[in-house]
C-alpha cells in the first residue's frame, strides 16, 4: 500500500523501517498520548516486533508515515468485530520533530479514506485523552466531528482522565 501526499507518504512497513521508527517513538511525548502497550522507552526489538506484526496481519491496517522516504510515524485501523464490525478506530504517533507542519492531519484523512475505500466500514472513530488539544485539531481538521466526553474512561501516567470521542460516518 501507498499513498502520495503533499507533505508525507502513507506506506506499507519494511523491517528495514525498524531503526527509523525505534529512534522517533523512543519520546514520552508520544508515550503520554498513546496505549500503553506503547512500549517506553522504545528499543529497536520493540519496532522490529511492531513491523513483523504489522506485516503478518491481513487485511494490512498498519502503515508507515514516511517523510523523503524515511518511516518517522505510524497510522493504523483497528478493524472492530461483532456488533461493531463496521467501525474501525484510527491510531497515530509522529515523530516530534516534524510535529506542526500538517502531516498527522493529511495522513489521517488519507486511511480513513482508505478505510471507507477498501473494508466495509462505515464509521471511524478515536479518543484523545483529555490534555491532546493537538489530537483534537488533527481530527477536527480531518472531518471528524467531537462526539462525547468520555468522563474518567483513561488511566494514563497515574491519572484517570476523560476521552473526547470523535467519529466519521459515510
Ligand atoms: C497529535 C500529533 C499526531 C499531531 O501531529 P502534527 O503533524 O503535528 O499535526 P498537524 O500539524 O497536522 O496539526 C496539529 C494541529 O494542532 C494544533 N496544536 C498543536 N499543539 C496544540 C495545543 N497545545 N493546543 C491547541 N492546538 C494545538 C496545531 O496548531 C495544528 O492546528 P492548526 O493547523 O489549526 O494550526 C502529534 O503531535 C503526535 O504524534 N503526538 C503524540 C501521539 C498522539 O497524540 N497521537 C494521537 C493519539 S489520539
Redesign the pocket.
Known amino acids: 500500500m501507498e499513498i502520495v501526499l503533499p507533505r508525507c507518504v502513507v506506506r506499507s512497513f519494511s523491517p528495514a523501517d525498524a531503526p527509523s521508527i525505534a529512534r522517533h517513538a523512543n519520546n514520552r511525548?508520544?508515550w503520554?498520548?498513546?496505549r500503553d502497550q506503547f512500549p517506553f522507552p522504545y528499543a529497536l526489538k520493540d519496532a522490529e516486533r511492531f513491523i513483523r506484526d504489522a506485516a503478518g496481519t491481513e487485511p494490512q491496517t498498519d502503515f508507515a508515515i514516511a517523510v523523503d522516504r524515511a518511516a518517522v510515524?505510524a497510522v493504523g485501523l483497528r478493524l472492530k468485530k461483532d456488533i461493531w464490525r463496521r467501525s474501525a478506530e484510527i491510531?497515530?504517533?509522529?515523530?516530534?520533530e516534524?510535529?506542526?507542519?500538517?502531516?498527522?492531519?493529511?495522513a489521517v484523512r488519507a486511511v480513513t479514506g482508505y478505510a471507507f475505500n477498501h473494508y466495509d466500514v462505515c464509521r471511524v472513530y478515536?479518543?484523545?485523552?483529555e490534555w491532546?488539544?493537538?489530537?483534537?485539531?488533527?481530527?477536527e481538521?480531518a472531518g471528524y466531528t467531537r462526539e462525547a466526553r468520555l468522563r474518567k474512561a483513561a488511566t494514563k501516567d497515574g491519572r484517570t482522565i476523560d476521552l473526547v470521542l470523535y467519529a466519521v460516518v459515510r
Request: net charge positive; aromatic share 14%; hydrophobic share 50%.
Open positions: 511525548a508520544i503520554i498520548n498513546v510515524g491510531g497515530y504517533w509522529l515523530g516530534q516534524f510535529w506542526g507542519r500538517g502531516i498527522a492531519t493529511e478515536a479518543g484523545a485523552y491532546n488539544l493537538a489530537s483534537m485539531r488533527v481530527l481538521k
